[in-house]
């Protein structure tokens, strides 16, 4: 009985610590957003994703080193570039919008990610999607319609990137899903050289010399990132999926805060609905794939 007991305690103490870590790593990671709009307001894309990635691999290089051995001998290494490629092309998408879009906005466009992988699922990877699922589907895509608010007055081009930026993110979720048998250090450091060598070809484009509070915004942005990812790795270790990975639809709080706070962006009544209901139908749709044993434990937020 006192065994039991014990474990029971154990249980919810783990689970308390991976739910206290997953909101943690999704204020870290809206926190970091909130510094690279800031920052792409004066600098280019391209110079805060190299030097966002400059500081990120400066703190994974010590494991890197470690695991340098997995990385000579990758399975399917083809594909490990096509994830390297779909994760660069999603930043750049998500720093480009922010820069014309409120914070709110963009990011409720990415909290479709769920919805559209989904459905590429099923039309990609020829996964069976029961109608409970479909319907969902059918009902975020709506919620996307209602923040998108799509007329010839109102549909802007970088509502488009942003979009455009969240399905880069689902296709980017399938691939993961792919490899999720490589080692996360692999992973996460091949992410952050791909933006890397992209922000290294951008440089020459509008380079403009930080001043050296901007620097130290530049390196915060990437020591953040890479503390909100452990974060949030460590809280998929601590507790089941399904108990912390909704947790992460905070980030549309943190998101309208900040948004409104730092940058004077109230969120629209239209964002605020869209947001609601496609929040509604992730979270469906991840129950509904836990329940059928084919959810996936490697979600992280997007940028």
Same mark, same amino acid.
């Given at each position: 009985?006192?065994?039991?007991?014990?474990?029971?305690?154990?249980?919810?103490?783990?689970?308390?610590?991976?739910?206290?870590?997953?909101?943690?790593?999704?204020?870290?990671?809206?926190?970091?957003?909130?510094?690279?709009?800031?920052?792409?307001?004066? !600098?280019?894309?391209?110079?805060?994703? #190299?030097?966002? %990635?400059?500081? *990120?691999?400066? &703190?994974?290089?010590?494991?890197? =080193? $470690?695991?340098?051995?997995?990385?000579?001998?990758?399975?399917?290494?083809?594909?490990?570039?096509?994830?390297?490629?779909?994760?660069?092309?999603?930043?750049?998408?998500?720093?480009?919008?922010?820069?014309?879009?409120?914070?709110?906005?963009?990011?409720? !466009?990415?909290?479709?990610?769920?919805? #559209?992988?989904? %459905?590429?699922? *099923?039309?990609? &990877?020829?996964?069976?999607?029961? =109608? $409970?699922?479909?319907?969902?589907?059918?009902?975020?895509?709506?919620?996307?319609?209602?923040a998108l608010r799509p007329s010839t007055q109102t549909i802007s081009w970088p509502a488009l990137i942003a979009l455009g930026g969240s399905l880069s993110f689902a296709m980017l979720m399938l691939v993961t899903r792919s490899l999720r048998g490589a080692p996360d250090i692999v992973l996460a450091s091949s992410q952050s050289i791909g933006?890397?060598?992209?922000?290294?070809?951008?440089?020459?484009?509008?380079?403009?010399?930080?001043?050296?509070?901007?620097?130290?915004?530049?390196?915060?942005?990437?020591?953040?990132?890479?503390?909100?990812?452990?974060?949030?790795?460590?809280?998929?270790?601590?507790?089941?999926?399904?108990?912390?990975?909704?947790?992460?639809?905070?980030?549309?709080?943190?998101?309208?805060?900040?948004?409104?706070?730092?940058?004077?962006?109230?969120?629209?009544?239209?964002?605020?609905?869209?947001?609601?209901?496609?929040?509604?139908?992730?979270?469906?749709?991840?129950?509904?794939?836990?329940?059928?044993?084919?959810?996936?434990?490697?979600?992280?937020?997007?940028?």
């Amino acid at each position: 009985m006192i065994s039991r007991i014990s474990t029971s305690l154990n249980d919810r103490t783990a689970r308390l610590a991976g739910i206290g870590l997953m909101l943690a790593g999704i204020w870290a990671f809206s926190f970091g957003d909130v510094i690279g709009k800031y920052l792409v307001a004066d !600098y280019p894309v391209g110079q805060l994703l #190299f030097l966002r %990635a400059c500081a *990120a691999l400066a &703190l994974l290089a010590p494991m890197m =080193w $470690r695991a340098r051995h997995e990385f000579m001998r990758l399975e399917r290494p083809g594909l490990h570039v096509v994830r390297v490629l779909l994760s660069t092309l999603e930043s750049a998408a998500f720093f480009t919008s922010v820069i014309y879009l409120p914070l709110a906005d963009v990011i409720t !466009y990415y909290l479709a990610c769920p919805i #559209f992988v989904t %459905a590429l699922s *099923a039309i990609v &990877l020829r996964e069976k999607v029961g =109608w $409970r699922r479909w319907a969902a589907v059918l009902v975020g895509f709506g919620g996307v319609l209602i923040a998108l608010r799509p007329s010839t007055q109102t549909i802007s081009w970088p509502a488009l990137i942003a979009l455009g930026g969240s399905l880069s993110f689902a296709m980017l979720m399938l691939v993961t899903r792919s490899l999720r048998g490589a080692p996360d250090i692999v992973l996460a450091s091949s992410q952050s050289i791909g933006t890397l060598v992209f922000g290294a070809l951008l440089l020459p484009v509008g380079w403009q010399t930080p001043t050296l509070p901007a620097f130290g915004m530049f390196m915060l942005a990437g020591a953040i990132s890479v503390g909100a990812l452990v974060c949030v790795n460590r809280s998929l270790k601590l507790a089941p999926a399904s108990v912390v990975v909704p947790y992460q639809y905070t980030m549309i709080i943190w998101a309208v805060i900040f948004g409104y706070v730092v940058f004077g962006d109230p969120p629209s009544l239209a964002t605020l609905i869209g947001a609601a209901i496609i929040i509604g139908a992730g979270i469906y749709i991840f129950l509904r794939e836990q329940a059928l044993g084919t959810g996936d434990d490697t979600v992280n937020p997007p940028a």
